[in-house]
């Protein structure tokens, strides 16, 4: 039998906030997540034949060869076939999103539904996906939270067959784990300069520059707008398209470039780049390449479009998809009128340096790197700082912070900006400040903790520490409370080693600055206490959580809810440790404490009586644990509500306890219930709804139903591998879970490790 996750135990944070490292729940596709009856649910909706929201098609010659063996790559040879995920992989600016891109126009009529995705972050591809729940059930859709809106597409995308997915720009494979080890009824499709670590081993497709033939036919498409070549004009154009090294997106700059000014020839261009462009030992130079085709137009620009500069100067900065138009608007101009910008932004892309939906603006992350890097104006010059950044601050500010009479952000506007404040935070230039951005940064993080997203918050806090560093000091309350809670983040995603290293200068800052006992150095000492304990130092945890229960009752007082949760967390410690006797005894004493001073139904209570049941359950002693677990939950629902979190932790440890019990019929039911509430409340990838989906994959697996157990493992291992990283004790867990679960249904193979 495979092992279950651990019971919830409260934390000490940063802040002094309590929390609980809750057993929640998530979405399991077997088709019962929401009402038959609804009109809204997922299997009741249909897509519109030949339904997408592809960009339009764009030019992409020579890729014929390319194109087939994407097709039979998806297709396994045959069409309509086994379903198959593919990646196509090259260098920045080669060519995928035009392959990607071609391939789902000309197969528009082979698929029930196309739906086009950036995937350079979790978030962004959250952010695409619940674009499908608005656009499919607009209705539903504008009362639904953003974690509801996924777990919708998610569910119509498990529901209905014969879709595409394409997943543009991913930068970690491991990203689409979550998708394309959970949806398995149509093909899957990614972009991206990553070779390997494909989920499931999928194929990839490496695409190189273009043949010399193709990339002078494109040259010559782009720059003269159909009008056939002269020889002369094929000649130079050929000889260009070498210069350029036959790279897709130099060819496409230039020949955008050439058919705005029709007066300038191809030879006279190549002039204007200068110098023979630089060649490495793999072939040209892409990003030398680029910044002197954008040194070309952008002088052609300044000269004729100052406007254009600034927009693109701006959009360097953000994140490279979904750029509203609004947030490339001058400082200070009215939000309403758009023309200015639109007119811009209509010259860059006939420039080709940026792609328009009609609503937001996309760029080149190569070009961005150009503009954002160090530049000069000619070989001699000195280098100028780049320009843009400030104004790109000034554009998130101004939507995040309002003048007087206008409206705060809505969350939905906060969902909006967070990838463009991550893509400042990650690109913060050295010693660079700017305190009401780093207060953005605290509010998104903030955000991104409360809805499960906590290893996604490590460039915000890194910015920020950055900052606290430098204006308040390395051992400022404000700054130990930000290192805190980048440690916090690592330990979310995984990475224990620097969460340790910062929880460890946290707390010997805190000591030499507030004193040994001062509150924050408890709870600092109480962090890094838990941090050893996911590493599996179970002495150093133990020994750390008896010095700060120690100090907590010297300091605090016996009975102070801050000494409770120390007490608690020391008893974990034993329980994790196996010491079920000591464990148990100091659980009791905690529960007597927390009734006698918070009262029988306060929160910090019923996590003292939901942890004593754990121990007795541990211990297997059930008859006091059931009763124990059936009292926290009425009273967590009476208190706290229906799905509130913490009611369900206490609903799914109940089910776990009947299971333990062999009593499937009760158990099975209500981790199904708890599934669904916590999908709803807290989203499909939350890091907590992972333990409850391994629990119910395990109680599956008890009932003999292991062609669902399997799936269910199959995808609480890829998330858990994402959201907590792959060394993580629970991804550990999940690990070994599926491959008990495989040998148990014959699915492993001679000398796999099931895995």
């Known amino acids: 039998m495979g092992a279950d996750d651990a019971a919830p135990r409260p934390r000490i944070e940063a802040a002094g906030e309590r929390s609980i490292a809750a057993e929640r729940i998530g979405v399991a596709f077997t088709g019962d997540v929401l009402p038959a009856e609804a009109l809204s649910a997922p299997e009741k909706v249909a897509a519109p034949p030949g339904f997408s929201n592809l960009p339009p098609a764009v030019l992409c010659l020579g890729r014929e060869e390319e194109l087939g063996r994407l097709r039979r790559m998806l297709t396994d040879g045959q069409e309509g076939t086994v379903p198959r995920s593919g990646a196509v992989h090259g260098l920045g600016g080669i060519g995928k999103s035009t392959l990607a891109l071609h391939y789902a126009h000309r197969h528009r009529g082979d698929y029930t539904l196309i739906w086009w995705i950036n995937a350079a972050s979790p978030d962004e591809i959250e952010t695409s996906l619940t674009a499908l729940t608005r656009t499919l059930v607009p209705g539903w859709a504008a009362a639904a939270a953003r974690a509801e809106q996924l777990s919708w597409a998610v569910q119509w995308l498990a529901w209905h067959p014969g879709w595409l997915l394409v997943h543009d720009n991913v930068e970690d494979p491991d990203d689409l784990s979550p998708y394309t080890g959970a949806l398995h009824q149509g093909h899957h499709l990614a972009t991206s300069r990553r070779a390997t670590g494909w989920p499931d081993g999928a194929p990839a497709l490496t695409l190189g520059t273009l043949a010399p033939d193709d990339a002078t036919g494109l040259l010559c498409r782009l720059s003269l707008k159909g009008t056939a070549p002269t020889a002369r004009q094929q000649a130079d154009a050929r000889a260009l398209a070498d210069d350029l090294g036959h790279f897709p997106l130099a060819i496409k700059q230039a020949g955008a470039y050439l058919a705005q000014n029709r007066g300038i020839k191809f030879d006279a261009y190549r002039r204007r780049l200068g110098s023979r462009l630089a060649r490495t030992a793999h072939g040209i130079d892409t990003e030398r390449t680029i910044a002197r085709i954008w040194n ?4 052609t620009l300044r000269e004729n479009d100052p406007p254009a500069v600034e927009v693109l100067q701006t959009a360097a900065w953000l994140a490279p998809d979904g750029i509203p138009h609004s947030l490339l ?10 023309d200015d910008v639109a007119e811009a932004i209509g010259t860059l892309a006939a420039y080709s340096m940026v792609t328009d939906t009609g609503t937001s603006v996309g760029i080149h992350r190569l070009v961005q790197s150009v503009l954002r890097s160090p530049h000069h104006r000619d070989d001699t010059a000195s280098p100028l700082h780049p320009p843009g950044r400030e104004r790109a601050e000034q554009a998130v500010l101004h939507h995040l912070i309002p003048p007087p009479g206008r409206i705060s952000p809505t969350d939905s506007q906060w969902d909006t900006l967070t990838p463009h404040l991550i893509a400042l935070a990650a690109t913060t230039p050295p010693k660079h400040l700017n305190a009401l951005l780093t207060a953005a940064y605290g509010t998104a993080a903030a955000r991104l903790h409360r809805q499960g997203h906590t290893a996604r918050t490590v460039p915000l806090y ?18 130990l409370q930000c290192r805190s809670n980048l440690a916090a983040a690592h330990h979310a995603a995984g990475d224990l080693e620097r969460a340790v290293a910062l929880y460890q200068t946290t707390l010997t800052q805190s000591e030499q600055t507030l004193g040994d006992t001062h509150p924050s150095t408890l709870i600092s000492r109480n962090n890094l206490a838990a ?10 945890a133990v020994a750390l959580y008896q010095t700060t229960l ?3 009752e010297q300091t605090l007082g016996d009975t102070h809810p801050s000494t409770l949760i120390s007490r608690n967390n020391l008893a974990a410690t034993y329980e994790s440790a196996g010491d079920l006797e000591r464990a148990v005894a100091l659980y009791q004493t905690t529960l007597t404490q927390s009734e006698q001073t918070l009262g029988d139904t306060h929160p910090d209570t019923l996590i003292s009586r939901n942890n004593l049941a754990h121990a007795y359950r541990t211990a297997g002693d059930l008859k006091r644990a059931i009763p124990l677990y059936e009292t926290t939950l009425t009273q967590r629902e009476q208190t706290l509500g229906d799905t509130h979190p913490s009611t369900l932790v206490s609903r799914n440890n109940l089910a776990h306890a009947y299971r333990s019990a062999g009593d499937l019929e009760r158990a099975i039911p209500l981790y199904q219930t708890t599934l669904t509430q916590s999908e709803q409340t807290l989203g499909d990838t939350h890091p907590d709804t992972l333990v409850s989906r391994n629990n119910l994959a395990q109680a599956y697996r008890t009932a003999g139903d292991l062609k669902r157990a399997v799936r269910l493992l199959e995808t609480t291992l890829a998330q858990r591998e994402r959201v907590l990283g792959d060394a993580h004790p629970h991804a550990r867990i999940s690990r070994d879970n599926l491959a008990d679960a495989r040998r148990a249904a014959g699915e492993v193979q001679p000398g796999s490790t099931g895995t």
């Open 296 to 299: 070309v137009t952008l002088a």
């Open 531 to 540: 941090t050893y304990e996911s590493a599996g130092e179970l002495e150093r």
């Open 462 to 479: 890194e910015s920020a520490l950055t900052a606290f560093e430098q204006v308040l000091g390395e051992a400022h309350p404000q700054t």
């Open 550 to 552: 120690t100090q907590s």
């Open 329 to 338: 608007a001058p400082p200070g101009a009215d939000p309403d009128d758009t």
